[in-house]
Structure formats: structure tokens, C-alpha cells
């Protein structure tokens, strides 16, 4: 089941971007970065089928992706573009327009992020120039985020030549949240907080943090710059629901600790779920 699942993910993300994608973004005349961008540039001057020209620029890139990183990275990645590209003819018919084209982005953001998410959390791409900045990565250095921004300006400003300044600016607006969405899709939301607690009575902290909150504790051996003096340092990961009663027991028992407490994502052990 677990090595289903992930297959299972990339095709319901697959969909549900398709479905964003048809009823807010092509229904109100919008764009995209990456292929999708080119490929609905040519749907609105020449109406070529998008999930058909985003199959076929992807093969070449697929090919290269093959070569370069091997069967295990392309197979979902090939799951992923041809999921898109077909679930993207059949759901043509679902297109909404809306009156606000503002409305239209955010909206078309939000849906075509969440699929993403969901395709990239489960170890999946959908081609592109997700491939195209892993190779430029690999030979020349450059990071993925750099290189795929960079290609979606220059899409957008094709978008912007042919379609319009105006559709270009609503587009990035779509582009935006839909960014936003994935981080949060891939990330979800930090219900945990790393604490580290550093104090003259740690053993007394530690015992009470393990009798009242029940959580467990790690002691680490710090060594203060300015006293020159050997620390011992409690690292706790707790709920956030947690950390207030976690910091009223740490000064009860020491006003002079020093606590620093940090957002931590992907848990996963006794008392936490992934």
C-alpha cells in the first residue's frame, strides 16, 4: 500500500491541477509559467490542444531526464506529465468564467497549487522545466529555484508580448498563491515547535517537562562564550498547543533560563505523526 499511495497522490494531484487549470485559468483566458505557459499560448493564437503540446515538448525533456538521473527519477515524473496532459483534455468542459479575473487567479492559484503539491510531496514532477533546471543545475551549478524563475519571467513576458500586458499581471498573481499553496501542501502546517532550553537546573527542568507534558527531552553539552563555563543544553520537541506550558514550567523553575523555540515540520516518532 505504501508504494502505491504515492502514485495514487501524483494522480489525484494531477487532476486536481487540471481541474484549476481548465475551470479558472484557461476559462478566463489566463496563463501559466513552464510548459503549460507555452503550450496555452498556443491554445489562445492557434487553438492547439494544451494537454496534447505539453506532452510533446515534454518528451524531449523526458528523454534528456532519462539519460541524465536514470529510470527511478523519470517514472513518476512520466506518471506526472502524462497524468496532466490527458486528465487536462478530459476535464476541457469544466471551464468557469468569472466576471473578476482578480478572483479568477486567486482562485486558480489556490487549486492548481494544491495538485502541484500534492504531485511534488509524493516524489513526482510534471516535466518541464522542473527537468530542465535539475540539469542546468547539475552541469553548471545554478540552483533550481533561480533557473525556474527565471524561466517562468521569460514565459510570462511571452505571455505579456502575445496576450497581453494585463493577462501577464493577472497570471502572476495565479503563479504567486500557487507557489504559496505548494509550500504549504509539501511543508503543512508546523503544529510542532523544536525547543532548546539552556539553564543551571536542566535536570530539574527535564523531569518535569517528562512528568507533566509527557514528552520526552535529549540533553546536549553546550559550553557558554562569555562564562566560559560548561552548559548542559535540553532540546524538547513539543505541540504547539504545548509550548506555553512547556515555557511557564521552564520559569518556574529557573527565571534566568534562556529558551529559543523554533517551527519544525515532518515529526515523526513516539507521540508525533508524520
Same mark, same amino acid.
Given at each position: 500500500? =505504501?508504494?502505491?499511495?504515492?502514485?495514487? $497522490?501524483?494522480?489525484?494531484?494531477?487532476? @486536481?491541477?487540471?481541474?484549476?487549470?481548465?475551470?479558472?485559468?484557461?476559462?478566463?483566458?489566463? #496563463?501559466?509559467?513552464?510548459?503549460?505557459?507555452?503550450? /496555452?499560448?498556443?491554445?489562445? =493564437?492557434?487553438?492547439?490542444?494544451? *494537454? /496534447?503540446?505539453?506532452?510533446?515538448?515534454?518528451?524531449?525533456?523526458?528523454?534528456?531526464?532519462?539519460?541524465?538521473?536514470?529510470?527511478?527519477?523519470?517514472?513518476? +515524473?512520466?506518471?506526472?506529465?502524462?497524468?496532466?496532459?490527458?486528465?487536462?483534455?478530459?476535464?476541457?468542459?469544466?471551464? !468557469?468564467?468569472?466576471?473578476?479575473?482578480?478572483? #479568477?487567479?486567486?482562485?486558480?492559484?489556490? @487549486?492548481?497549487? #494544491?495538485?502541484?503539491?500534492?504531485?511534488?510531496?509524493?516524489?513526482?514532477?510534471?516535466?518541464? +522545466?522542473?527537468?530542465? %533546471?535539475?540539469?542546468?543545475?547539475?552541469?553548471?551549478?545554478?540552483?533550481?529555484?533561480?533557473?525556474?524563475?527565471?524561466?517562468?519571467?521569460?514565459?510570462?513576458?511571452?505571455?505579456?508580448?502575445?496576450?497581453?500586458?494585463?493577462?501577464?499581471?493577472?497570471?502572476?498573481?495565479?503563479?504567486?498563491? #500557487?507557489?504559496?499553496?505548494?509550500?504549504?501542501? @509539501?511543508?503543512?502546517?508546523?503544529?510542532?515547535?523544536?525547543?532548546?532550553? @539552556?539553564?543551571?537546573?536542566?535536570?530539574?527542568? %527535564?523531569?518535569?517537562?517528562?512528568?507533566? $507534558?509527557?514528552?520526552?527531552?535529549?540533553?546536549? !553539552? *553546550?559550553?557558554?562564550?562569555? +562564562?566560559?563555563?560548561? =552548559? !548542559?543544553?535540553?532540546?524538547?520537541?513539543?505541540?504547539?498547543?504545548?509550548?506555553?506550558?512547556? !515555557?511557564?514550567?521552564?520559569?518556574?523553575?529557573?527565571? /534566568?533560563?534562556?529558551?529559543?523555540?523554533?517551527?519544525?515540520?515532518?515529526?515523526?516518532?513516539?507521540?508525533?505523526?508524520?
Amino acid at each position: 500500500m =505504501k508504494r502505491i499511495l504515492p502514485y495514487f $497522490l501524483i494522480l489525484l494531484g494531477s487532476f @486536481i491541477y487540471a481541474v484549476g487549470l481548465n475551470a479558472f485559468i484557461i476559462g478566463n483566458g489566463l #496563463a501559466e509559467g513552464g510548459f503549460v505557459g507555452i503550450s /496555452l499560448v498556443l491554445y489562445y =493564437k492557434f487553438h492547439v490542444i494544451v *494537454g /496534447l503540446s505539453f506532452f510533446v515538448f515534454n518528451i524531449p525533456v523526458l528523454l534528456l531526464g532519462w539519460k541524465f538521473f536514470g529510470r527511478h527519477f523519470i517514472v513518476k +515524473t512520466v506518471l506526472g506529465v502524462v497524468a496532466v496532459s490527458v486528465f487536462s483534455i478530459l476535464t476541457t468542459h469544466f471551464g !468557469q468564467h468569472v466576471h473578476d479575473r482578480l478572483l #479568477a487567479a486567486l482562485y486558480g492559484g489556490v @487549486i492548481c497549487g #494544491a495538485g502541484l503539491g500534492l504531485i511534488f510531496r509524493s516524489g513526482g514532477t510534471t516535466g518541464g +522545466t522542473d527537468i530542465l %533546471a535539475r540539469i542546468v543545475g547539475h552541469f553548471w551549478g545554478h540552483s533550481m529555484g533561480k533557473v525556474m524563475f527565471a524561466s517562468d519571467v521569460l514565459i510570462i513576458s511571452l505571455v505579456a508580448l502575445v496576450l497581453g500586458k494585463e493577462i501577464a499581471m493577472y497570471s502572476l498573481v495565479a503563479l504567486f498563491v #500557487a507557489s504559496r499553496v505548494i509550500d504549504f501542501v @509539501i511543508d503543512g502546517i508546523s503544529s510542532s515547535r523544536a525547543t532548546m532550553i @539552556i539553564s543551571e537546573h536542566a535536570p530539574a527542568i %527535564a523531569t518535569r517537562i517528562h512528568v507533566e $507534558l509527557g514528552r520526552g527531552t535529549t540533553f546536549l !553539552q *553546550g559550553y557558554g562564550g562569555y +562564562t566560559e563555563k560548561a =552548559k !548542559q543544553v535540553i532540546y524538547c520537541v513539543v505541540n504547539r498547543n504545548e509550548l506555553v506550558r512547556l !515555557q511557564a514550567l521552564v520559569y518556574e523553575e529557573d527565571p /534566568l533560563a534562556f529558551l529559543v523555540s523554533n517551527d519544525v515540520h515532518d515529526v515523526l516518532g513516539e507521540g508525533f505523526t508524520f
